[in-house]
T-cell receptor, first 114, second 120 residues
Framework: AQSVTQLGSHVSVSEGALVLLRCNYS??????LFWYVQYPNQGLQLLLK??????LVKGINGFEAEFKKSETSFHLTKPSAHMSDAAEYFC????????????FGQGTILTVHP | GAVVSQHPSRVICKSGTSVKIECRSL??????MFWYRQFPKQSLMLMAT?????????EQGVEKDKFLINHASLTLSTLTVTSAHPEDSSFYICSARGSPRERGFTDTQYFGPGTRLTVL
């Protein structure tokens, strides 16, 4: 069965510092991978997705993620954190044959300090 | 981008009553909608997959008679929590996926803003 593991339930960075949110996956077939952001009491917004094209994926708000098959990872990065990046981030995967059904990681709360 | 709405955004009800939550895709046709629940400080757990015109597929452990799902049109799915109890209090989120037959299909799920259900 497939799974998604996000390392670190809380990550804290200073404004302007590098943001690194870790995501590892387990699956027997090539996955599609996603990062979503959730602000308090809101639904999820898609940041970026990997669907077997370029391994380095650029998303909105300056975020990007790199698919590394050998490491089964899809870590999310942003060179310089903004206060507005404070939110909860979810990594998720699906498959071509899963008809869109997503499996989510546990989530990582990002705190940005001034 | 595609927009998905949910109504209501918050609902408080008494134990034993039923609550209906609507999920609408506003600018695209959603052949598939998904219903998730999210407990405080936890991830989203898929409850069921709803395909237009057919019965919903429930995940293991989700009571289909308690969580009634109807997907009667390409833009509307409803989740009814029947005989709600305090343990059903949660944040319910829907998402919608466009039709593979539509031009520009990207197989992306678009999420609604969620419905906070509190059962007293």
């Amino acid at each position: 069965a497939q799974s998604v593991t996000q390392l670190g339930s809380h990550v804290s960075v200073s404004e302007g510092a590098l943001v690194l949110l870790r995501c590892n996956y387990s699956s027997s077939v090539p996955p599609y991978l996603f990062w979503y952001v959730q602000y308090p009491n809101q639904g999820l917004q898609l940041l970026l997705k990997y669907t077997s094209a370029a391994t380095l994926v650029k998303g909105i708000n300056g975020f990007e993620a790199e698919f590394k098959k050998s490491e089964t990872s899809f870590h999310l990065t942003k060179p310089s954190a903004h206060m507005s990046d404070a939110a909860e981030y979810f990594c998720a995967l699906s498959f071509l044959t899963s008809y869109g059904k997503l499996t989510f990681g546990q989530g990582t709360i990002l705190t940005v300090h001034p | 981008g595609a927009v998905v709405s949910q109504h209501p955004s918050r609902v408080i009800c008494k134990s034993g009553t039923s609550v209906k939550i609507e999920c609408r895709s506003l600018d695209f046709q959603a052949t598939t909608m998904f219903w998730y629940r999210q407990f405080p400080k936890q991830s989203l757990m898929l409850m069921a997959t709803s395909n237009e015109g057919s019965k919903a597929t429930y995940e293991q452990g989700v009571e289909k008679d308690k969580f009634l799902i109807n997907h009667a049109s390409l833009t509307l799915s409803t989740l009814t929590v029947t005989s709600a109890h305090p343990e059903d209090s949660s944040f319910y989120i829907c998402s919608a996926r466009g039709s593979p037959r539509e031009r520009g299909f990207t197989d992306t799920q678009y999420f609604g803003p969620g419905t906070r259900l509190t059962v007293l």
